[in-house]
C-alpha cells in the first residue's frame, strides 16, 4: 500500500484561499487514481475530488465545482487540493486517499487514507 501524509489545513476567513498537498510514499504513486475526502463533525465522510492515474481526468462534487481543483504531480508524488472562495460548510478534516487503478469516488474503495488534516472556515 501507498502511505499517505496531508499538509496544509488551516484557519481562515470565507472567500479565502487554501492549498491541501498530499505526500505518497511506499508504492508507485502514479499506478494510484487518487481522491480527496472530508468529512465535518456528525456528518459522513464525503467525496470532494478525484483524479485519475495519469491526472488526465478529474471530478468534483457539486458542492466544490468551479472552487475546488484536485491536481498531482507524479515526478513529486504529491496530490494536491486548490481551494478558493472557501464557505464555512467546508470545515471538515479533509483526508486524501489512494485506489490503485481505476479511480471512483466512494469511499470503501480506497485502501490507503492520510491521517487529515484540518480545515476551518469562519463567517
Known amino acids: 500500500q501507498v502511505q499517505l501524509v496531508e499538509s496544509g489545513g488551516g484557519l481562515v476567513q470565507a472567500g479565502d484561499s487554501l492549498r491541501l498537498s498530499c505526500a505518497a510514499s511506499?508504492?508507485?504513486?502514479?499506478?494510484?487514481?487518487m481522491g480527496w475526502f472530508r468529512q465535518a463533525p456528525g456528518k459522513e465522510r464525503e467525496f470532494v475530488a478525484g483524479i485519475t492515474v495519469s491526472g488526465g481526468n478529474t471530478y468534483y462534487a457539486d458542492s466544490v465545482k468551479g472552487r475546488f481543483t484536485i491536481s498531482r504531480d507524479n515526478a513529486k508524488n504529491t496530490l494536491y487540493l486548490q481551494m478558493n472562495s472557501l464557505k464555512p460548510e467546508d470545515t471538515a478534516v479533509y483526508y486524501c486517499?489512494?485506489?490503485?487503478?481505476?479511480?471512483?469516488?466512494?469511499?470503501?474503495?480506497?485502501?490507503?487514507w492520510g491521517q487529515g488534516t484540518q480545515v476551518t472556515v469562519s463567517s
Open positions: 486517499a489512494a485506489k490503485y487503478a481505476v479511480l471512483t469516488t466512494r469511499a470503501q474503495d480506497f485502501a490507503s
Open positions: 511506499g508504492r508507485t504513486f502514479s499506478s494510484y487514481g
